[in-house]
């Protein structure tokens, strides 16, 4: 089973740049997330969709955007990347329908914004 | 707001031995999911244990278990006959459990180091 697929593994940019993060799961899950993960603050809730054609703000949304392409796949956009959007993002997900909460990672992404 | 806090940066142990991380969390809510994740050196987030806060049993999943103190908030995991794959970042994280709150908050985490 490939799990949560993310792409691309890493990518480098330029102040301004914007880009795509993909997130696709083959679990048939109804949640998924984009969490950040920076040295010494642990992982950071950007947004979340709890179902097919909703989305909600995290903790640090700024500077994002997102979208429920349908089931399987949830992006996340910086549309002017900035050198504070370096970092490692992650992407979840979640069954729902079975409340016990346990989220399953992709293997991150490495955004470097020079 | 929930917070949760791994107040160990950093702990060591040696191969075969046992070692304990902490974690402690702030909630108002009275049902709730406690974590402990792995990160190895390959990025990949592995759920270790989980407990669930209405049960008073601790939970354990062969060398892993956690010591759960509900009335002082506090989840910590234990290692037994440590072993170089345990070498990791570790995260502690909380979610309530009321449908519709879909935040998992983490912990800072705790760096591993397993001395052969």
């Known amino acids: 089973n490939a799990g949560v697929t993310q792409t691309p593994k890493f990518q480098v940019l330029k102040t301004g740049q914007s880009m795509t993060l993909q997130c696709a799961q083959d679990?048939?899950?109804?949640?998924m997330y984009w969490y950040r993960q920076d040295p010494g603050m642990g992982l950071r809730l950007i947004y979340y969709s709890a179902s097919e054609g909703t989305t909600d703000k995290g903790e640090v949304p700024n500077g994002y955007n997102v979208s429920r392409l349908n089931k399987r796949e949830f992006s996340l956009r910086l549309e002017s990347a900035a050198p504070s959007q370096t970092s490692v993002y992650f992407c979840?997900?979640?069954?729902?329908?079975?409340?016990?909460?346990?989220?399953?990672f992709g293997e991150g992404s490495r955004l470097t914004v020079l | 707001a929930q917070t949760v806090t791994q107040s160990q940066p950093e702990m060591s142990v040696q191969e075969a031995e046992t070692v304990t991380l902490s974690c402690t969390y702030d909630?108002?809510?009275?049902?709730?999911?406690l974590f402990w994740y792995k990160q190895p050196p390959s990025r990949q987030m592995i759920l270790v244990i989980r407990q669930e806060a209405y049960k008073q049993q601790n939970a354990t999943e062969n060398r892993f278990s956690v010591n759960f103190q509900k009335a002082a908030k506090s989840f910590s995991l234990k290692i037994s006959d440590s072993q170089l794959g345990d070498a990791a970042m570790y995260f502690c994280a909380y979610r309530a459990t009321n449908f519709g709150n879909e935040k998992l908050t983490f912990g800072t985490g705790t760096r591993l180091t397993i001395i052969p």
């Open positions: 979840a997900s979640r069954r729902a329908e079975k409340n016990t909460g346990e989220l399953f």
């Open positions: 909630t108002s809510e009275s049902d709730y999911y």
């Open positions: 679990m048939n899950h109804n949640s």
